[in-house]
C-alpha cells in the first residue's frame, strides 16, 4: 500500500522564457516537489538567470540526460500524487498530444497518465497572439501557429490531465488538486 503522506509532487520545465520565472516562484511556495528538468529547461533556465532561483527551495532536481529516463519509474512505485508541467513548450505540447515519450518530460507525462496520476500542463502558446518573456527581461510578441492551437485542444481531452493558460489557472488547479488530497485521507 502507497503512503500518501510519503507522496511528492513531481514539477517539469521544459525549454520556454514564457512565465518561467512566475513558475519558478510558484514552485518554490510548495512543498514535497521533485523537479525534471529538460535538456532545453535546464538551457533556458542559465540563460535567463534564474538557476539560483530554481534552488532556493532546496528541490530535489532531475536533469534529462540519460536516454531511458531513468527517473520516471518512480511514477511506478507511488512516488508521485501529481505532475505539473510548467512552463510547457509547443514542442513539449505537440509530443504529448501525438503521445511521443522521447524525452524526460513526454516521458513522464506518459508515465504519470499509465499510472492514473493527475497531470496539470500550463501551455504556453495558448492563444493566436501573445507577449511573452525573452532573456535580459525583454518582451517579445510570439503568435503561434494555428497547429499549436490545434494540439492544446487536443491536450485538453486526454483523460487525467487540466490544461491551463494563465498563471492564476495553475495555480487555482493545484490548490485543487492539494487539497483533493487531504480530502481522500
Known amino acids: 500500500m502507497i503512503d500518501k503522506k510519503s507522496q511528492r509532487l513531481a514539477w517539469a520545465i521544459t525549454g520556454s522564457g514564457h512565465y518561467l520565472r512566475e513558475s519558478i516562484d510558484m514552485l518554490n511556495t510548495l ?44 511514477f511506478y512505485k507511488g512516488k508521485y500524487h501529481g505532475l505539473v508541467i510548467a512552463p510547457a513548450t509547443s514542442n513539449t505540447i505537440a509530443k504529448m498530444a501525438y503521445g511521443f515519450s522521447d524525452s524526460l518530460v513526454t516521458n513522464l507525462y506518459a508515465q504519470a497518465g499509465k499510472t492514473r496520476v493527475p497531470s496539470i500542463v500550463f501551455a504556453c502558446d495558448t492563444a493566436p497572439e501573445l507577449e511573452s518573456e525573452a532573456p535580459r527581461d525583454n518582451i517579445v510578441k510570439v503568435y503561434p501557429r494555428k497547429i499549436d492551437l490545434e494540439n492544446i485542444t487536443k491536450l485538453k481531452s486526454f483523460e487525467m490531465t487540466s490544461v491551463v493558460e494563465d498563471m492564476e489557472s495553475l495555480s487555482s488547479c493545484i490548490q485543487q488538486h492539494l487539497q483533493s488530497l487531504t480530502h481522500a485521507d
Open 31 to 74: 512543498e514535497n516537489v521533485d523537479i525534471f528538468l529538460s535538456s532545453a529547461g535546464a538551457e533556458i533556465i542559465q540563460q535567463y538567470g534564474f538557476q539560483q532561483a530554481l534552488n532556493a527551495a532546496g528541490h530535489r532536481v532531475y536533469q534529462d540526460k540519460t536516454a531511458s529516463s531513468v527517473p520516471v519509474g518512480m
